[in-house]
């Protein structure tokens, strides 16, 4: 076969010149190990054996695994591919290159520099928003809006975010959302426009995937400009709840679509978020795997450990667990390692706050790593969720209901509304709010029906409220659902402080007919 010039992600594997180029930099390979990236390259997208790669670098030569996989570890090494995003094992069986190639015919050409490739995890640009006011002076408030956005979205860590200076660049420029997409590496476009006219404020805003031009999501937003900042925070808070969840959801998606073998830890993690907001038993046991099937790919990859840990701690209170004192050491042990890899990660911070809630009852260490956690991400739904949580079982409930409100604010259509739910449940009951403690847990139930921690709490609410026989009824409902399960195992395993409110919950569960 004559030699090509073949391109794939940001990379330019020259087979005349036997060299491998990132952008003007030549890359050091073994003749071995260039070997196998051109047999992997030229068969992209496919399953390349063990023994059929033995058989085409080795030629009659006998080699143990071991050559071929030192070949594999220094391609991934070389490729910045400690993910293994690039270059799949395919278990027992061999390796393929994921990714598409593009191919040039030429004994000593060269190939166009190579197109911005996609980051490993979701990308986005916020492009200048249009003033449609008719005053050009009123530019300063389209373009602030911007900006905020910008920022907010650039401290949600698992984001990659365009930097002003080259989203700007475009705000003359006669491009659609496609070419935007592809000089900027990004597969997501936001922008939008601001009308400002007398005493009233609209701003509109989408969300569109940049490679098929598609709306995601679009919204508009209307106040009154005589508290200019104040507006522009409710703005940018309210495009960030829109956003997250939706981007969340657009990803995973993704990810469930991919091969079983073209998954990389990224993937992984994605897979597991709804499973783990599910909160059965069944789907924390999944989350797990696919967690430690993560870690496994990549040991420092900091958000895998950290939601991790947040559901093994999970499961001993709701009575999951066959292992409860080793799902709570690991859940410890996995926190501390999430930290040790990435101690600035608002993801990690958070759910190790939430970790040394349940493994400690260290209530002030759970603020502070979670306050840290929104220090750097203040229009994160889930921490807020979280701190809600700690103020709740530390007998704070006025703050938890302020804190749970929040972030339902933040993300009204997340997937885990119905633990922001649930948390407000437990904090208006133990607030003797007992009639919207109710129909919060009312609401819940609906929600998630299979939910077990939802059906406590009602029984709980339903007794409270003098609603006796419904209680009782509540009760051999729940008992149905979930057998064995006791009034003594949720105060003894939960981090509760055993506040009057707590108690008095705990003793109207018992009233009802719960063990």
Not at 76 to 99: E, M, P
Not at 438 to 453: D, F, M, S, T, Y
Request: net charge neutral.
């Amino acid at each position: 076969m004559a030699p090509r010039i073949l391109q794939f992600d940001r990379f330019v594997l020259d087979q005349a010149r036997a060299s491998l180029r990132l952008d003007d930099r030549e890359l050091e390979l073994r003749p071995k190990t260039f070997e196998v990236l051109c047999i992997l390259a030229g068969r992209a997208g496919r399953l390349v054996n063990k023994e059929e790669l033995q058989k085409a670098v080795w030629k009659d030569i006998a080699v143990s695994d071991d050559s071929l996989v030192q070949c594999i570890r220094q391609l991934r090494r070389t490729l910045g591919d400690d993910q293994h995003r690039l270059i799949k094992t395919v278990a027992r069986r061999g390796y393929l290159l994921d990714s598409e190639v593009s191919e040039y015919a030429s004994k000593d050409s060269t190939a166009p520099a190579p197109v911005l490739a996609l980051p490993d995890k979701p990308s986005i640009a916020v492009l200048p928003f249009d003033n449609i006011s008719g005053d050009s002076e009123e530019a300063y408030f389209a373009d602030g809006i911007a900006e905020d956005l910008i920022t907010a979205l650039s401290r949600t860590s698992s984001l990659f975010v365009i930097a002003r200076n080259s989203s700007f660049a475009f705000r003359q420029a006669k491009h659609d959302i496609r070419t935007i997409g592809r000089k900027l590496g990004v597969r997501y476009v936001v922008d939008g426009s601001v009308r400002k006219a007398g005493s009233r404020v609209r701003l509109t805003a989408q969300l569109v995937e940049a490679a098929s031009g598609t709306q995601l999501w679009a919204d508009r937003f209307d106040g009154a400009p005589d508290q200019i900042f104040e507006l522009q925070d409710q703005i940018i808070a309210s495009v960030i709840g829109a956003i997250a969840p939706k981007l969340r959801a657009v990803e995973i998606a993704r990810a469930v679509r991919k091969r079983p073998d073209s998954l990389d830890a990224y993937d992984l993690v994605l897979k597991s978020l709804p499973l783990q907001a599910t909160m059965s038993k069944a789907s924390l046991g999944e989350a797990i795997d696919l967690l430690d099937r993560a870690v496994a790919l990549s040991p420092d990859y900091a958000e895998a450990l950290a939601f991790g840990a947040w559901c093994r701690c999970l499961r001993p209170s709701n009575r999951y667990s066959s292992d409860p004192a080793r799902d709570l050491r690991d859940a410890a042990e996995l926190a501390r390692s999430a930290l040790k890899a990435d101690r600035g990660n608002p993801v990690v911070l958070r759910n190790a706050g939430f970790v040394v809630l349940f493994t400690e009852r260290d209530y002030p260490l759970a603020w502070d790593l979670i306050d840290r956690s929104l220090a750097i991400d203040p229009n994160s739904a889930n921490a807020w969720a979280w701190r809600g949580f700690v103020s709740a079982f530390a007998g704070n409930p006025e703050d938890a209901i302020d804190e749970f409100a929040k972030a339902i604010r933040l993300s009204p259509f997340d997937q885990w509304l119905n633990t922001y739910s649930l948390g407000m449940v437990f904090a208006l009951l133990t607030s003797d709010r007992l009639d919207e403690g109710l129909r919060w847990a009312r609401k819940c139930i609906q929600e998630n029906p299979r939910w077990g921690a939802a059906h406590r709490y009602l029984v709980g609410a339903l007794s409270l409220t003098g609603r006796d026989a419904e209680a009782r009824a509540a009760a051999r409902a729940y008992l149905a659902l979930e057998p064995g399960y006791t009034v003594r195992h949720l105060a003894e395993t939960g981090p509760y402080r055993r506040t009057p409110g707590q108690e008095r919950l705990f003793a109207a569960m018992r009233q009802a007919g719960l063990p």
